[in-house]
Every structure is written in C-alpha cells, then in structure tokens.
C-alpha cells in the first residue's frame, strides 16, 4: 500500500475494523447478583419479586431516567440484546467489525446515581460481570472498565484491581450528568490510576439520564430530541473545558482520552474556540505549555458515531481534515442503541479524499494504538 | 411501476389476513406485502438509510399536534418502522415519514386474480 494510495472502495477492503464503541445491554438485574458487600446483603433479597426489589418497595429502577420516548422505547427501533458473549459475536458481526471494545449499556447512568457508595458498589459489579460473564482473553473483544466519579478514590482502587486483566483495555467514566465536571481536582485520583495502569480514559454521556444535573435549562426540554442534538457534544465540551483548563494533560503527560458519541462537527469548532479564547485569557489555564488544541491532538480521541452528515461528503472530509482526523478520529458503530452507523457509513464519506492509510487509521489503526490491541 | 413488468404469484389472498404482512424474494429482491384494511401494499424490505430490513419492524402511526397544539395519534398502521434505526415510511407510498421528499422505498403494485395475490416487478 503506497503512502498516496487510494484504492479502498469498499468496506471489505479495510484491513482492520475495531469498533471503538460497541455496547453491552446489561440491566439493574444484570449486575445485581454480581455487588459485594454490604450491598449484596441489603440488595440481593429474596421476595420472589424482581431482584433488588421487596414487595412495597419502589427500588426498580436505581439509575435515573428521564421518562423520554426513545425510538427504542417506543419499540419502533427493536435494539438487540447484548448480554452474552454470542451476542457480542453475532452483533459484531452483523456490523461488519473485526475487533470491538465494550462499553455499558445501563451504566452509562452510573455517574447519576445518586447514592455515592453504591453507585461505586455498582461499578465493581458491573466490572465482575464484565470479566466473568463476557469477556475472554481468546475472543476479539475488549472492555472498558467502569468507574464512579462519585467515589474517585475508589474508583482509582477500582482500576488497581482490574489493571492486569488481559481484556480489560480502557477504563470508562460515564460522563452524564457528571457534577462537578471531570476536570475537577476531585478526579485527579482516577487519571493518576489510569495513567498508572496505562489505560486510556474513555468518557462517554447519557442522554436518557442527564436529568436534572445538567444546566437548568436541560428541564425546559420535553423531547428527547431536544436532549440529544445539543447536549450530547455540549456535555462533551463541558468535561473537555475544565480537563484543559485544569492541565489534566499536562498533569497526567501518558493519559489518553478518548471522547465518545457525540458526532464530529464540534470538534474543530472547540479547538478553535478555545484556542482563540486562550489567547486573551491563558491565566485561566496556567499549566498549559503548548497550544491547547496541541493537546487535544496529542491526547484525545474522538470516536466517530453519530457521524453527521455522512451523505454530504464534502462537508464530514473538510471537518475530519479540520481535527486531523486521520490521527485522533475512531470508527464506532454503538451497536446495538437505535443510532448505530453501520460499519461502511463513515467510509462511503471519506473514499473521496482521504488515502488507504489514512483510512485504516481511521477504522483500526488508531484504535489498536490507543488500545494497545 | 412499469406496466409491462411481469405479475409474480405471491400467495393466496386468505393468507394475508387483513393487519398482516409477509415477506417474499421476487427476481432476488426482498419485497413485503401488507394487507390494511384488504388492501395490499408492496415495498422493498430494504432501509435507503443504511441497508436494514424496513418491513420488518413495528406498525405505527404518528404522534403530533392538533389545530389546538393537544397531541393526537394519526394514521394508525399506516407506517412501518425499520427496526434497526426506527426510520418510518408510509406503506402505501413508501416515503419517509421525517423526509418524504428526500427519501422513499420503493413500491410495486399489487393485483388480485381469482382470490390469488401478485407483485408485479
């Protein structure tokens, strides 16, 4: 493959596809039989009713949600299941994807639980599942990890535990809803253990979940639309901001980040709007050595799902070229929620302009390096 | 829909009750039949969003507003839902619910002969 080549013209061509967002459909049952203690023994009651639930009681649901009609909870999207490690296979394969990393379904809400101690229980447990259940060092798939930012020193305790799990190749903050926002000092402990472990950090919102933690004018919307076209990359930029302006990259020089979800398009429009800011107002951000956007290209990545646009090529090529795309952008399908991009979306955007090499960064080489895959 | 296109033997008329669908390969396309309210309709079982099946999700109608800005529930059945996505399209016209303009299934006609139901393609 030469270095100007242009030749892919299907997605059949491409070496490598590792889907950097692919997720599992766990439910509060799920994980229940999974806690430890204290919360095995005040959750896991045997009332012959649903699990974690005594009769009277209202604890069905302890991740909160906003009640938003989703296509998926109108049933007009029917997602699959992905609870299994043949799910995961048959899910893989039915994108197209030769690797994926796994990443929550329901605790995607973790960061909203509003009882700290458990909402850190609850991670454990996800993350024994994770590793009893799906995971296998011989399968093409990898986890990511999760953590409470709630609990962020048990979150680093967390990630000490897991660290030398041959599968586990990310650690996951579920970034919905998330106060104060992640470059807060108070998470410091969790990029250190990260950082450590040589775990990139993965962040990733719930639109379903952002509830009253996000802006007060979040409330104002009563349509789950209204949530998810501003909030998801708005939220995004609210975590990205503060872990700039804090000097979380230069604190933690060898962490990587790797921002999921939320489309493409406001990703050179940040870089710009912030370096432009700093510009006038670099005492805001005093740790910083280089130009902030340097940074950004340096130590996060982007995962491409949903991609915008993708039937308007000219526009996603010029704004992949804006963010260096072929070194920082990561293809993601978010199979199996409502929204996935199928595996050749992004491609049929890109053949125009952007080389074989440029291509299977895009779709696998920039992942196993990010990874270590 | 051209006229002089072939008629293709899909299945007795009693066979698809009204409400009901089902789904056959005619010239190596998928193409759904629906029956609403004993008339058929045929469409592509193929998404122009990203290659689902389209005909195989869910019947709906849709929700929006009256003259008064109260919701209201329209046109029961008349659309189907691409399951992988939830794209909707019209089933007697095969357009898009959210962009009937931009983006259609493509629909065949449908004939009853002697109590037996054809595609013509």
């Known amino acids: 493959m030469g270095e100007n080549d242009r030749t892919i013209t299907h997605i059949g061509e491409v070496e490598r596809i590792v889907d950097t967002d692919f997720h599992l459909t766990e439910q509060q049952e799920t994980i229940l039989p999974y806690l430890e203690e204290p919360f095995d023994k005040v959750l896991n009651v045997d009332s012959g009713r649903v699990r974690g639930q005594v009769d009277g009681g209202y604890l069905g649901q302890l991740y909160p949600s906003a009640g938003h009609l989703t296509p998926t909870d109108t049933g007009k999207a029917e997602s699959d299941d992905i609870r299994t490690p043949e799910d995961v296979e048959r899910g893989m394969d039915l994108m197209g994807v030769d690797e994926a990393i796994l990443t929550p379904g329901l605790n995607l809400r973790l960061g909203l639980v509003h009882h700290d101690e458990l909402a850190a229980a609850f991670a454990t447990a996800y993350n024994n599942w994770l590793l009893d259940a799906i995971l296998d060092a011989d399968r093409s798939f990898y986890g990511a990890m999760t953590v409470a930012p709630q609990e962020p020193a048990k979150a680093a305790e967390e990630i000490e535990r897991r660290a030398g799990e041959k599968s586990i190749v990310a650690v996951q903050i579920p970034g919905g809803g998330v106060t104060p926002p992640l470059g807060r000092e108070r998470y410091f402990p969790i990029y250190e253990a990260a950082e450590r472990a040589g775990l990139p950090v993965m962040i990733h919102n719930a639109a379903t979940g952002i509830v009253g933690n996000y802006p007060l004018q979040w409330r104002g919307t009563k349509r789950y639309i209204d949530v998810h076209v501003p909030y998801h990359p708005a939220e995004q930029m609210w975590h990205l901001t503060t872990l700039l302006t804090a000097g979380v990259p230069v604190r933690f020089p060898d962490l990587t980040f790797v921002m999921q979800e939320c489309g493409i398009g406001w990703i050179p429009y940040f870089m710009r709007r912030y370096d432009n800011e700093y510009a006038k107002k670099s005492e805001d951000a005093p740790l910083l050595e280089k130009t902030p956007s340097e940074y950004l290209d340096d130590q996060f990545y982007f995962t491409s799902q949903p991609t915008e646009g993708a039937n308007d090529p000219e526009y996603l090529c010029a704004v992949v070229r804006l963010f260096n795309g072929a070194q920082n952008l990561l293809f993601s399908s978010d199979y199996p929620h409502y929204d996935f991009d199928y595996s050749d979306t992004l491609l049929k955007a890109l053949r125009p302009e952007f080389t074989d090499e440029e291509i299977e960064n895009v779709y696998g080489r920039n992942a196993a390096d990010v990874f270590a895959l | ?121």
């Open chain 2, 1 to 121: 829909m051209e006229p002089n296109e072939p008629l293709h033997y899909v299945a007795e008329t009693d066979e698809l009750e009204e409400g009901g669908r089902l789904i056959t390969s005619i010239r190596g396309r998928e193409i759904a039949v629906f029956n609403r309210e004993n008339e058929y309709y045929a469409l592509a079982n193929y998404c122009v969003h990203q290659g689902g099946p389209a005909c195989e999700g869910r019947l709906s109608g849709r929700l929006t507003e009256d003259e008064r800005g109260e919701l209201v529930y329209e046109d029961d059945d008349e659309f189907v839902c691409c399951p992988w996505h939830g794209w909707e399209f019209n089933i007697e016209t095969g357009r898009s619910l959210a962009h009937p303009d931009r983006y259609r299934v493509p629909t065949y006609e449908t004939a009853v002969r002697d109590g037996k139901l054809y595609v013509r393609l």
